[in-house]
């Protein structure tokens, strides 16, 4: 073995230097620097479901056709009485940071479904908590994928064929105001998946 003269080797300093500066490099490299969205525009990329066909009265299977929604943080002006047209609808989940649009560029978007992003929970830090409004969704900010489901509509449908049924004169005093529906124009059951990117 070769002895080296002292005034060629590296000292003890250079050694832990340059050994720290290579972790550091090579961890920025593996490491994809992803920054937080304040938004993301999600597509579905597969939807199944059923449609209620007032011809034949009958539920069958309905194909969907693309559709997108926006998954956005909310603003204090969503939450404002006065500012937020639908800020009601955000007080049953007062924790709610996030929530689903349907993607309409409206002005005033109906918020879906309101969610919470909890980052203090490390095991599920990247899954939303999303509570309905109209229709459930789930949410994970690593995968970017998520759920739509909408559900309700056979069950109410039946409610309100025996209401009609059972109180005809209530009933018809109440359909045009909207506080009852028509049971031949059920909501449609449907499941989406798909994912998300920033937008």
């Known amino acids: 073995m070769m002895d080296v003269p002292s005034t060629q080797r590296p000292d003890r300093m250079t050694v832990s230097k340059l050994s720290i500066a290579s972790t550091l490099v090579i961890g920025l490299v593996t490491v994809p620097a992803r920054a937080d969205p304040n938004q993301y525009l999600c597509t579905v990329e597969h939807a199944a479901g059923l449609h209620y066909d007032k011809q034949t009265n009958a539920w069958r299977p309905q194909e969907f056709g693309p559709r997108k929604y926006v998954l956005r943080r909310l603003t204090p002006d969503d939450r404002d009485e ?17 929530a689903f649009f349907w993607d309409d560029r409206s002005a005033s978007p109906m918020p ?9 929970d490390a ?6 908590f999303c509570r309905t ?8 900010s690593d995968s970017r994928r998520f759920e739509i489901i909408s559900h309700g509509g056979y069950v109410s449908q039946g409610f309100w064929e025996q209401f009609r049924r059972e109180h005809p004169e209530q009933y018809a005093r109440q359909l045009p105001s909207g506080e009852a529906q028509d049971p031949t124009k059920p909501d449609d059951l449907f499941i989406e998946i798909g994912t998300c990117s920033p937008s």
Request: with cysteine; hydrophobic share 40%; aromatic share 12%.
């Open 112 to 120: 879906l479904v309101s969610c919470v992003e909890d980052r203090d």
């Open 123 to 128: 095991f599920l830090a990247t899954m939303f």
């Open 82 to 98: 006065k500012k937020g047209r639908y800020s009601s609808l955000l007080k049953g989940n007062p924790r709610a940071n996030w």
């Open 133 to 140: 409004i109209v229709i459930d969704a789930e949410f994970d």
